[in-house]
């Protein structure tokens, strides 16, 4: 299928190393942020969400954090795997996950084997 | 259980013709979005139901773009008189609309206009 984000921020990891992909948002008022994985020709799937009273949420081997002060976020992948690559969005909701989201640009994960 | 439902996959039509793309949401969702996402980018809102009642419109780029979920349950996105800048991919995602709960996407449909 056609790519998902030709011309994204491209991060290249060993297999089994961590992964960091940060993000940026924009609206001080979001209170639900959200982190999605899109394969080529797929998609968005769910990987993990925090709400803003949360400064940290674990996953099955993903961690999200969240400085509300510097409206950053990140997701860490433990043990990285070929299955990881892919193209990764940051969403940013307000009042509750039932709005709308607004999407970061994207980071490309690329996993070397 | 199924998953969010798109058709068809891709789309091609010529500029001028109306498309209509098809949203089957997860069973009991009571909230269903649709997104435009163009190549190397992220999605883009578009519009927002709660059950058939459009709460939220104001990402629809014209009035050449207008959705509908007449039941409460399929939506139908249609494009009249589309043009080549309507190329794009179109997600459909939709959440039982509680706290905590994410939105889960369909795999979109592809539009590509000539």
């Known amino acids: 299928g056609e790519s998902v984000g030709l011309h994204l921020p491209t991060l290249s990891v060993q297999e089994g190393d961590n992964s960091i992909i940060n993000c940026a948002y924009s609206n001080s008022a979001s209170d639900y942020f959200i982190w999605y994985k899109q394969e080529s020709g797929k998609g968005p799937q769910f990987i993990i969400d925090i709400r803003s009273n949360m400064d940290k949420r674990q996953g099955q081997r993903v961690t999200v954090l969240l400085n509300k002060t510097v409206k950053h976020l990140s997701l860490q992948i433990a043990a990285t795997q070929p299955g990881d690559s892919a193209v990764y969005f940051c969403?940013?909701?307000?009042?509750?996950?039932?709005?709308?989201?607004?999407f970061g640009g994207g980071t490309r994960l690329m996993v070397k084997p | 259980g199924a998953g969010v439902s798109q058709s068809p996959r891709y789309k091609v039509a010529k500029r001028g013709q109306d498309v209509a793309l098809r949203c089957d949401p997860i069973s009991g969702h009571v909230s269903l979005f649709w997104y435009q996402q163009a190549l190397g980018q992220g999605p883009e809102f578009l519009t927002y139901?709660?059950?058939?009642?459009?709460?939220?419109k104001s990402g629809l780029p014209s009035d050449r773009f207008f959705a509908e979920r007449p039941e409460g349950s399929v939506s139908t996105l249609k494009i009249q008189r589309t043009q080549q800048e309507d190329s794009a991919v179109y997600l459909c995602a939709s959440s039982p609309n509680r706290e905590n709960q994410p939105q889960h996407f369909g795999d979109g449909t592809r539009l590509s206009i000539l």
């Open positions: 139901f709660q059950n058939e009642a459009q709460l939220d």
């Open positions: 969403a940013e909701g307000y009042n509750n996950a039932g709005n709308m989201l607004t």
